[in-house]
């Protein structure tokens, strides 16, 4: 019921990409453009035979899949570790890219850390929270 | 639906506390939940719906997983926490160096990576 509607607003919601990273570089707000351009396709297009119970489930299959992609968006954008190595697996390239000194940029800029390098009370609450979701939900038991 | 992704993750829980890796960790998941999946679908499109609900969760679950054992702000806030030097790039590289070994039995090794890739790859040049 929501698998060919889901598909089509999923299709021009990367139209819509490919026009505002591609065409009008505006790839800084990735996550924010992704996200509200998804809503207003997804809210567009619903169609006006739905009640309360369809738009419901409308909605959390959309949510579902626009989650998982922006998951993976964050490695297409973000660039990761392993992929980089991946691709070149030459060892002074690899730490030319610094990803660790950008990485501890980011979180001393988002207010993880302080600019001695101590963990803020965000920080902590970000481990705790990550630490806590793996053991309820996917850990290593090696 | 939406009951049968409260059922998959009630399944990845129960899953999570058996004493197995991480990979057989998935493969039980996968088929617990696709016997499910076939007693619970009344026709091909809803099978498809729900299987795309399937992976999706199961994305998600893994990614709780990759967060904790990957992610390099955990791994700066571990070492922090623990007193220890920050990681360098010199001990990253060798880190994930390890991972493209063939003797790697956990859930991000070589053949993960290769997979995600080639989906990237292709994202990266509609997009960048």
């Known amino acids: 019921m929501y698998l060919f509607l889901t598909f089509s607003s999923f299709l021009y ?38 009640n309360s119970y369809n738009i419901l489930e409308y909605s959390f299959f959309n949510l579902l899949i626009l989650t998982c992609y922006l998951f993976f968006l964050t490695g297409v954008f973000n660039g990761s570790p392993s992929i980089i190595l991946l691709n070149n697996p030459s060892k002074k390239k690899f730490i030319k890219v610094g990803f660790m000194k950008h990485r501890l940029k980011l979180m001393k800029k988002y207010k993880f850390l302080t600019n001695s390098n101590k963990i803020t009370p965000r920080g902590k609450l970000v481990l705790y929270a990550t630490n806590l979701l793996s053991n309820i ?6 | 639906m939406i009951n049968f992704f409260i059922i998959n993750i009630i399944i990845m829980v129960l899953i999570n506390q058996i004493n197995i890796n991480s990979q057989r960790k998935v493969k039980f998941f996968l088929i617990v939940n696709l016997l499910v999946l076939f007693f619970v679908s009344n026709s091909a499109v809803q099978f498809l719906e729900l299987l795309i609900v399937l992976f999706c969760g199961l994305y998600l679950f893994v990614n709780c997983y990759t967060v904790r054992y990957s992610s390099l702000r955990i791994k700066i806030l571990n070492d922090i926490k623990k007193k220890k030097k920050i990681t360098s790039e010199t001990q990253l590289y060798n880190d994930r160096m390890k991972r493209f070994k063939k003797n790697n039995k956990s859930l991000m090794n070589k053949d993960v990576f290769t997979f995600f890739n080639a989906i990237n790859n292709v994202f990266k040049k509609f997009f960048i």
Not at chain 1, 27 to 43: E, G, N, Q, R, V
């Open chain 1, 13 to 50: 919601l990367i139209v819509g990409q490919i026009i505002i990273f591609k065409f009008f570089k505006l790839k800084k707000k990735w996550f924010l453009i992704t996200f509200f351009l998804h809503l207003f396709i997804s809210i567009y297009f619903l169609p006006e035979n739905f």
């Open chain 1, 137 to 142: 939900i996917f850990k290593e038991n090696d």
